[in-house]
């Protein structure tokens, strides 16, 4: 390593600049979303089993509530717009908007060129966990998904049943295609009840115990129509391993709720992104 320069303290020690200052960004109407949720009627229901994936949908002006009915278990939610799955959850600028953990009031964005709020967190159970002593915070948008490449390529292992296989497969079928079609769809996720941070001293990703307990649930209010799909992770609450038949899995589910006729009114879904596309030329 080379030695420090003379001026290595003053470089450190530059104030940091926020990237994106989100002051601009149009704003969700969480008032008008709470009293429509006040008298919305359950319309329907998915139970994603442990280590396994299912799909859901969810009409533009409903809300989706993931929880844990049995114990804690963390999940791997993709979304896509329901009429165009090109159109998809895009982390890295959630992230870069919204900062690496997300909570009530703050959207998912989708992909270029919409690049628009897909869904909006109306309710986070966990919302008071904040950021703890390691940095650590829940519901993240900055781990990628368990995997099994990554899996190969540390441990030499093929283990199916983490969350990229557990979402491909549940795409495949319910687009009805093969495997290779359905997977290139699959992308990063939000880590629904993670506890997760980077290191202080080395920068690393890391997971600890989920604070989720049954009962605990994160809502969201689907600002398009969407297509979901939830994976219950083989981490379980990710204390302990990231992908394992070892680890205690418990399933996770999703219920859909709609709002009484009129409850919405004022509300329009967000149009795409008014960029001309013309790129400079």
Same mark, same amino acid.
């Given at each position: ?50 280590? +396994? ?36 959850? *895009? ?8 900062? %690496?953990?997300?909570? %009530? ?18 309710? +986070? ?21 368990? +995997? ?68 605990? *649930? ?32 418990? #399933? ?16 329009? #879904?967000?149009?795409?992104?008014? *960029? ?6």
């Amino acid at each position: 390593m080379q030695s420090p320069p003379s001026d290595a303290d003053q470089r450190r020690n530059i104030k940091p600049v926020i990237c994106y200052p989100v002051d601009g960004l149009p704003r969700r109407d969480l008032l008008l979303y709470a009293k429509a949720l006040e008298g919305a009627e359950k319309i329907g229901e998915t139970l994603v089993p442990a280590r +396994d994936a299912r799909m859901f949908t969810v009409p533009a002006g409903h809300f989706f509530r993931m929880s844990c009915p049995e114990g804690p278990q963390v999940g791997d939610l993709n979304l896509w717009n329901a009429d165009d799955i090109t159109e998809r959850f *895009y982390t890295g600028k959630t992230r870069a908007l919204h900062g %690496t953990h997300v909570t %009530t009031g703050e959207s998912l964005w989708s992909s270029f060129p919409m690049l628009r709020p897909m869904a909006t967190v109306t309710t +986070d159970t966990l919302g008071w966990y904040g950021i703890d002593p390691f940095g650590g915070s829940v519901h993240d948008v900055i781990g990628t998904r368990c +995997d099994p490449y990554t899996g190969n390529l540390l441990s030499g292992t093929h283990y199916h049943h983490c969350c990229h296989s557990n979402l491909t497969r549940a795409l495949a079928d319910h687009l009805d295609v093969a495997l290779k079609e359905a997977e290139p769809h699959v992308h990063d996720v939000l880590n629904v009840f993670m506890c997760t941070g980077f290191t202080r001293d080395t920068g690393q990703y890391f997971m600890k115990a989920s604070p989720v307990r049954q009962g605990d *649930y994160l809502e969201l209010f689907a600002e398009i129509d969407l297509l979901g799909a939830l994976s219950a992770c083989p981490g379980g609450d990710c204390s302990s391993e990231h992908s394992s038949d070892e680890a205690q899995c418990h #399933p996770l589910l999703v219920e859909v709720f709609k709002p009484a006729v009129g409850a919405l009114d004022g509300w329009e #879904p967000p149009q795409p992104n008014g *960029y001309d596309g013309t790129h400079g030329r």
